[in-house]
């Protein structure tokens, strides 16, 4: 800074649009190298996956030994993902994420390709299809073929009977319509377990409708998908809103929130009531990633993930 200071005006722009450039070369490479490193690393660990069965060494047995006669098992196909809501805030991001590794990916949304998307590269490589989920069963259930995993991103607020309907009931429809599809891996935004004290929960009181209606979901995909299905706990997500043709750049309280409560001790988020302002804010983009690395990854633990390690994407 001091160096800069004892340039002249040119000099000083001449300088710091050089740092610039430099800046945005290293996010650009770094950002390659995670779409590479993170599409064979999850398509390596997913392929083994389906192959152990047919690649497991012989055992003895006391039994007669069967011989196979049938064809060969066909080689692991590439990962399908196919994401409900993608859509809006959170599913696009999911998209995005998606397209950055090269996957095939299908967004089943009532809205279908979003406007704030016309522009955008990686759009171009997402399938939209409009569909609602109550009403257009035969058509989504079709994109459900072949998918290795599923992303739901399904929610909304209003009056509780509805938020319950779309955070419950259709996630939960979409969950069983996945198992009986031969989905692998299902991963969907639930929310944050907030603090409360007595044991009570936020759903007791809170957005009921909301609260629960996750809450269910995640009990169910547990019977369902066991350790294979993995429920998203963020608390505020925050990046660019877009509402028409309004962009809201959530980032500006968000981005700050998250830097400040990061170096806070972790344990205040679990004080009563209090704590729910220590649950630091996440990137929408980190949670996208968790999302569909949650259906790919194998490693990724089933059961509920927090924000701090949505953060860690």
Known sequence: VKKLQKLDHKERLAKMSVSYWRYQSAYTCSRALWQREAREEACARWASTTTTATSAPATASSGPTTVSTGPPSEAPRDPKVVVFGGSGFVGSAVCQAAVDLGLKVTSVSRGGRPSFASGADWASGVEWLRSDVENDEGQWREALEGATGVVSTLGAFGSNKFMYKVCGLYNIKVL???????????????????????????????????????????????????????????????????????????????????????????????????????????????????????????EVAGGPMNVWDIQKY
């Not at 547990?222 to 963020?234: T, Y």
């Not at 990137?283 to 194998?298: I, T």
């Open 176 to 298: 069983h319509a996945a198992k009986e599809a031969g989905v692998e891996r299902f991963s969907f935004i639930s929310v944050h377990d907030f603090a409360f004290p007595g044991g009570w929960q936020a759903e007791n009181f809170l957005l009921r409708g909301y609260f629960q209606g996750k809450r269910d979901a995640e009990a169910e995909m547990a019977k369902l998908f066991h350790e294979r299905g993995v429920a998203l706990r963020p608390g505020f997500v925050y990046g660019t809103r877009h509402a028409g043709n309004v962009n809201i750049p959530l980032g500006m309280i968000g981005a700050p929130m998250e830097a400040v409560i990061n170096r806070l001790p972790r344990g205040l988020a679990t004080i009563p009531i209090v704590g729910c302002a220590f649950v630091p804010p996440v990137r929408v983009e980190s949670v996208g990633k968790a999302a569909l690395m949650a259906v790919l990854d194998p």
